[in-house]
């Protein structure tokens, strides 16, 4: 993949153009799991480096 430094301006305006032309994604999202309950599989932890 391209850096985004090494997009030109028209590169740029032609991938917003080419996302903008999608259909939007319109997928369910689960609902909000209350302190310290167990979150539903597929589960994505993200852990910051130090």
Do not use: K, W
């Not at 259909?23 to 597929?42: D, F, I, K, L």
Request: contains cysteine; charged residues 10%.
């Amino acid at each position: 993949m391209v850096p985004c430094s090494a997009l030109t301006d028209a590169d740029a305006a032609a991938i917003v153009a080419f996302l903008r032309s999608l259909p939007p994604v319109r997928n369910a999202t689960p609902p909000p799991v209350a302190e310290g309950q167990p979150a539903p599989v597929p589960y994505l932890g993200v852990v910051r480096p130090h």
